[in-house]
């Protein structure tokens, strides 16, 4: 109908909108989103955020989305269910029952300033798989540059990162591009401090 906003211009609008009302700027690098996102979850919105990812990749004969435990699970769960494959979620501490051989990567955290090693059981890797990553935040990079690497040691094939926010003036993006690395982000903040969210206003990518 005339005069209707496309789903995908109305998902960014929300989620803009969430994270200007619910969202809490610390400092000029840390955004607190901890309200609708990553600690209290808004069901609908993610599930909104899922079928999103799902469209901008469609067409990518996806097999499997993979995340880091534990603030992406739920955007992977989301996307993977409305793709129909199965997600996994890469773990920052080898359990017990982990016994089989695991793909490891070093990822140091900005946010809680240590460097752990997160692994994902080649079990669940092939070669055959077709790969998206999905997490809440690309800022630095480094948790999702982990996860390629991961992906690149299974011999797996990477179609690309789907980021619920972006935080374009952290490095982030540049690192995964020089990698040749499809990035989709729904919300990119271009700065941001207690006075205010500036973000990066793009035309709705079409599928």
């Known amino acids: 109908m005339a005069g209707?906003?496309?789903?995908?211009?109305?998902?960014?609008?929300?989620?803009?909108?969430?994270?200007?009302?619910?969202?809490?700027?610390?400092?000029?690098s840390v955004l607190k989103v901890d309200a609708f996102l990553n600690h209290q979850v808004d069901p609908q919105?993610?599930?909104?955020?899922?079928?999103?990812?799902?469209?901008?990749?469609?067409?990518?004969?996806?097999?499997?989305?993979?995340t880091i435990e534990a603030s992406g699970i739920h955007f992977a769960m989301a996307t993977s269910f409305a793709l129909g494959v199965p997600f996994i979620y890469a773990k920052k501490k080898k359990a017990v029952t982990l016994t089989e051989e695991v793909y490891s990567a070093p990822v140091h955290s900005f946010t809680r300033q240590e460097t752990?090693?997160?692994?994902?059981?080649?079990?669940?890797?092939?070669?055959?798989?077709?790969?998206?990553?999905?997490?809440?935040?690309?800022?630095t990079g480094a948790a999702l540059v982990g996860l390629t690497n991961i992906i690149k040691d299974a011999g797996a094939h990477l179609v690309g990162v789907g980021a619920v926010i972006e935080k374009s003036f952290q490095e982030g993006r540049g690192l995964l591009e020089q990698a040749?690395?499809?990035i989709e982000s729904l919300a990119r903040i271009e700065s941001m401090s207690p006075e205010g969210i500036h973000f990066i206003e793009e035309e709705p990518a079409r599928v």
């Open 4 to 28: 209707t906003i496309p789903e995908e211009e109305e998902l960014m609008k929300e989620l803009q909108e969430r994270i200007v009302q619910d969202g809490k700027v610390l400092s000029a």
């Open 45 to 66: 919105l993610t599930m909104k955020i899922g079928q999103r990812f799902a469209e901008l990749f469609a067409g990518e004969k996806i097999t499997k989305v993979v």
């Open 116 to 139: 752990y090693q997160i692994s994902v059981s080649r079990q669940y890797l092939s070669k055959e798989d077709r790969v998206l990553i999905v997490d809440d935040f690309l800022a």
């Open 180 to 182: 040749g690395v499809r």
